[in-house]
């Protein structure tokens, strides 16, 4: 099967008609296939932001250590394969055609019973065979939207679960207040295992977590800011001390670092639960980890920059790195995908930029949102704006701003993607 083939079986995959309260139709479509997922162990990551920078700096540890490292990402940005890895080799067309025509028959069967697995447990139990056939030592596995109710959330030999920032998204699925995203979250939290969190959650969800943990009999280890120590921070790198110990991050942002004090924390738990972790295999784990469209820099001059920040906290996480080029010459490409929280996104950080350039994005199974609504916010908030339907013309538009010292482009992993792919091309 081609890419585009095999973008178009798993994501025409319908919701089912049944109720899954549960997840009770992932467990029988896994109970078909003899449960590859019970015979893998499991770092289990849920939050709202930083599952995949986090997910990532996790698996290139453990990789970096000897060990053969599973790793469950979404969505992509490069290609559909990004989403199932080992030791960050992407899965090929080949392999998920061959599991693609193994599940076709059973989920023909569920069909007729009107209890189908929809596209996303199908990528994940193709990532279950996958990771078991292929003899992974162990899985870095991230969860795709809440906890528990997500796909993922069938697993039953975690080691650890990481919960990273908890904040507003997936609202209409997730629940309106922050305490009922914070619940479905910590639906990943096992019985007598462990739990990591991001160090500065909400006390309200920080309260969650600590309730979940204690009616699940978890330790839980949250990352100390007292020991943390800020050397440097900026648009080209991160570079702190935790613990004394001295530590490089390319990943830019000082909420990566805070994910990186999440990633030393579960490393030293799993030194002390067995596993072969020496200090070098933590530090250049996090020091070698990228990730496609997080604060990802593409020239100097000006600075490029593609994120695919798309809720408040992501906005609110941007605000840190705009305030570098606060009173400079800066320029935003944005869009969005539809029912994401525009207004808020928009309103926090329009007033970093000259101008706002709203295009849509080109994702065929998200629809994105229309430029009209979003030119609407940005007067509501009295910002410069305008629009563009190609995003190429967007950018040349951009780059044709004298001066300019910074080009965002933001508001959508797939608007990213599509930026990525365009810059690639050309």
Not at 276 to 291: E, L, P, Q, R, Y
Request: charged share 25%; glycine share 4%.
């Amino acid at each position: 099967m081609t890419s585009d083939e095999i973008l178009s079986y798993i994501y025409k995959k319908r919701n089912s008609s049944k109720n899954n309260e549960n997840n009770e139709r992932m467990k029988e479509f896994l109970n078909k296939l003899s449960n590859p997922q019970d015979k893998l162990k499991f770092v289990h990551i849920a939050g709202t932001n930083g599952k995949g920078s986090t997910t990532t700096m996790m698996a290139n540890v453990l990789k970096n250590s000897g060990y053969k490292v599973g790793k469950f990402i979404s969505p992509y940005i490069i290609s559909f394969n990004e989403r199932i890895q080992i030791n960050n080799e992407f899965i090929s067309n080949e392999d998920i055609t061959k599991y693609i025509e193994k599940l076709d028959p059973i989920i023909k069967e569920m069909e007729l019973e009107e209890n189908a697995p929809i596209g996303f447990e199908i990528i994940t139990a193709i990532a279950f065979l996958y990771f078991y056939d292929n003899a992974c030592d162990i899985v870095c596995l991230e969860v795709g939207v809440g906890g528990r109710l997500d796909p993922t959330n069938v697993i039953n030999t975690t080691i650890l679960s990481i919960i990273t920032l908890i904040d507003y998204d997936h609202t209409k699925i997730l629940g309106s207040s922050l305490e009922d995203i914070a619940k479905e979250k910590c639906g990943i939290i096992k019985e007598n295992k462990i739990t990591i969190t991001y160090p500065k959650q909400d006390i309200k969800v920080l309260n969650i977590i600590r309730s979940f943990c204690k009616k699940n009999n978890n330790k839980l280890y949250i990352p100390s800011i007292k020991l943390l120590d800020i050397i440097k921070c900026n648009h080209n790198i991160n570079y702190f001390s935790y613990k004394g110990t001295y530590y490089k991050l390319n990943l830019v942002g000082e909420y990566q670092i805070y994910n990186a004090l999440m990633v030393i924390v579960a490393s030293n738990l799993l030194i002390s639960l067995g596993y072969k972790i020496s200090f070098s295999a933590i530090n250049t784990g996090i020091t070698d980890t990228t990730m496609p469209a997080r604060l990802e820099k593409f020239s100097d001059s000006p600075a490029l920059f593609v994120d695919g920040s798309h809720n408040v906290a992501g906005a609110f996480a941007l605000k840190d790195f705009l305030r570098e080029y606060k009173g400079k010459k800066n320029y935003a490409i944005l869009g969005f995908t539809k029912n994401k929280n525009y207004d808020e996104f928009i309103k926090e950080i329009g007033p970093y930029f000259d101008e706002l350039i709203f295009v849509k994005h080109n994702n065929e199974y998200r629809k994105s949102e229309e430029v009209s609504v979003l030119l609407e916010c940005a007067k509501k908030y009295d910002l410069p704006a305008c629009s563009f339907n190609d995003l190429n013309e967007a950018y040349e538009y951009v780059k044709s701003k004298e001066n300019a010292d910074l080009i965002l482009v933001t508001g959508s992993l797939y608007l990213a993607s599509d930026f990525r792919d365009m810059l690639t091309s050309n």
